[in-house]
């Protein structure tokens, strides 16, 4: 069991360029998550899904995209690449089914923009 | 506005002392409420949580305590061990037991334990 894997682990763009943050969890979670971390300060939701085909907003989605076509994978897309996104990015999940909001981070990509 | 917030962005205790890591939130909707622990270039590993239905829940060294009232938990490490030094993330959901929403954290405080 891997768990939750995330690639790259780093990645430098330049403004104006765009990438794709790939998330994939082996532990069959219905639920995934996407966050940023900026420097000295808490995990930010970007997006959510709650299952394949189906994705919503968290507190700070703008320049971003997502997709879920599968249970497994939750890739998280940056179109036009700016010097404000520039943070490392976690991925998440955590089974529907339970009363705990447990959820399970991978271990992050650090991403810079110049 | 910072709906949680931990006020110390670093603490520093002896090895074998206890740790006592604090925690306000200001959203009295809120739940559930859970601590992570993060080492550096690691995602945020689960240590332990609190239903609002509880006032306290220990697991081994751990023991997380909430104040619904004053609306504060705190989280108690006894004895502090060296590798118990990261940094601490404090963390809250709307809805326990199947709600689809994300996590809500506060900054973080860096605990230090001192040999």
């Known amino acids: 069991n891997a768990g939750v894997t995330q690639t790259p682990k780093f990645r430098i763009l330049k403004i104006g360029q765009s990438m794709t943050l790939q998330c994939t969890q082996d532990m069959n979670h219905n639920y995934m998550y996407w966050y940023r971390q900026d420097p000295g300060m808490g995990l930010k939701l970007i997006y959510y899904?709650?299952?394949?085909?189906?994705?919503d907003k968290g507190e700070v989605p703008n320049g971003y995209n997502v997709s879920r076509s599968t249970t497994e994978d939750f890739p998280l897309r940056l179109e036009l690449a700016a010097p404000s996104q520039t943070s490392v990015y976690f991925c998440?999940?955590?089974?529907?089914?339970?009363?705990?909001?447990?959820?399970?981070f991978g271990p992050g990509t650090r991403l810079t923009v110049l | 506005d910072q709906q949680v917030k931990q006020n110390s962005p670093s603490l520093s205790v002896q090895e074998g002392r206890i740790s006592i890591l604090n925690c306000d939130y200001t959203n009295s909707m809120f739940d559930y409420f859970l601590w992570y622990k993060k080492y550096p270039a690691e995602g945020p590993t689960f240590l332990i949580s609190i239903s609002s239905i509880k006032d306290k829940n220990e697991d081994g060294r751990f023991t997380v305590f909430l104040n619904k009232s004053a609306k504060h938990l705190s989280l108690h490490i006894v004895p502090s061990q060296p590798g118990d030094s990261a940094v601490y993330f404090c963390?809250?959901?709307?809805?326990?037991?199947?709600?689809?929403?994300?996590?809500?954290f506060g900054k973080g405080t860096h605990l230090i334990i001192q040999p």
């Open positions: 963390a809250a959901s709307l809805y326990s037991g199947g709600g689809a929403d994300g996590l809500t």
């Open positions: 899904s709650v299952g394949a085909g189906i994705t």
């Open positions: 998440a999940s955590r089974p529907r089914e339970g009363l705990s909001d447990t959820q399970y």
